[in-house]
């Protein structure tokens, strides 16, 4: 058995498979678990809102996240453009995360301080509008589209299990905060709330 070739043979291939899967978690995984109040501590994020949790949602629905990073790394370059760099503090309640690794469009982990919400509209509505040689396509239904808010609870009461300090309070009143919105209103929040809880850390 072991003088196969690993590919020829399942049981090899199983047991490859179980050692680099125990291999990565004892290095990725593991340490979490034992600095997570560490990164608690020094972190400046806030929770995001109901409406900006379904802003998320639609970011992420609608494929954002495919062209842009929401990660700066620390080379002179990328914070003279992006501003500042990307923390491990600064995702302890992102789920998923979205760093992402494809930059057709720039990264977006500064956004908030940097437009207005009427430009964000335009933006979306038809990004040629304002920059002239864009290739992003236009999300005019995001404007037609409106929340009912329905599932808003049940998102933050998701996120509240894996960590995100809600409260009851915050929850019992997701579905009035997000219902009526359009969708371009919950995805302009989301994206307004980009880099904003790590302002004082510049």
């Known amino acids: 058995m072991l003088n196969k070739d690993f590919t020829q043979s399942v049981l090899i291939l199983i047991i490859s498979t179980v050692i680099v899967a125990s291999f990565s978690f004892l290095v990725w995984v593991l340490p979490a678990f034992f600095y997570q109040d560490k990164l608690i501590a020094e972190s400046s994020a806030k929770p995001l809102t ?12 609608e494929g954002c996240h495919t062209c842009h990073t929401m990660m700066v790394r620390p080379l002179d370059a990328e914070v003279k453009r992006y501003g500042r760099y990307s923390r491990e ?13 494809k930059r057709t469009g720039p990264d977006l982990t500064n956004l908030g301080r940097k437009y207005s919400d009427q ?6 509505n038809n990004p040629r509008h304002v920059v002239p040689t864009s290739i992003m396509p236009a999300y005019p239904w995001l404007f037609e589209q409106v929340l009912d808010g329905e599932d808003a609870e049940a998102k933050l009461k998701a996120l509240r299990t894996l960590g995100v300090p809600y409260n009851d309070r915050e929850i019992q009143q997701a579905r009035l ?4 919105s359009t969708k371009a209103e919950a995805l302009i929040a989301y994206l307004q709330s980009l880099g904003q809880d790590q302002g004082v850390q510049q």
Not at 89 to 101: A, C, M, Q, T, V
Not at 119 to 124: T, V
């Open 177 to 180: 905060a997000v219902k009526g």
């Open 50 to 61: 109901a409406l900006e949790v379904e802003g998320r949602d639609i970011y992420i629905s």
């Open 119 to 124: 430009w964000h509209a335009i933006h979306l």
């Open 89 to 101: 503090s600064d995702d302890i309640y992102e789920f998923p995360n979205l760093w992402g690794s």
